[in-house]
């Protein structure tokens, strides 16, 4: 084969393929002009209206200011499972308190787990414990999502999490 009728050949070759990228890049498909709605999307209709905001309770919050400096702790803790007053003192009268140890939730993430007890009477308010810490006369053995190991005077004790009845969990 002639060397010359080769390069030739090439060059043709890269003219047409020049040509055929150079009309791929300046030629625009047609888009379809509907719009196509996802299936599943529709949003139900309301059942009931939307309670009226309350000003007032808007105001008190505002009024608040959580972030405030001078905000203290509050003289009991919430609880859910209390009949009455919803909260339960942070620590009774003398020292004593029945509810030692007491599980108030666990936090497990990538950090490791942490628990926040109330494992000292002596201390006011629940401390936050990790696995191993030692609280009053217990030491913290395990953390899970939904309960807490704890090694003590009266060898080992398993606190679980509670749920208000009612619950989903």
């Known amino acids: 084969m002639n060397p010359a009728r080769v390069e030739l050949s090439l060059r043709g070759l890269t003219v047409i393929g020049i040509l055929v990228a150079a ?13 196509i709605v996802p299936a599943g999307l529709e949003s139900p209709a309301v059942a009931e209206p939307l309670p009226a905001i309350d000003h007032a309770a808007e105001q008190a919050i505002v009024a608040g200011n959580i972030f405030s400096a001078s905000r203290a702790a509050a003289a009991r803790r919430f609880d859910p499972l209390a009949t009455g007053g919803g909260s339960v003192p942070e620590s009774a009268p003398n020292g004593a308190d029945e509810g030692v140890p007491r599980l108030y939730g666990t936090v497990v993430g990538p950090r490791g787990a942490s628990a926040l007890m109330l494992l000292d009477a002596r201390v006011a308010g629940a401390q936050l414990y990790r696995e191993g810490d030692l609280g009053g006369t217990y030491r913290v053995k395990k953390i899970d999502e939904q309960s807490v190991i704890l090694i003590g005077p009266e060898g080992r004790i398993v606190l679980r999490l509670t749920h208000p009845q009612g619950s989903t969990r």
């Open 23 to 35: 009309g791929a890049l300046s030629w625009r498909p047609s888009v379809p002009a509907g719009e």
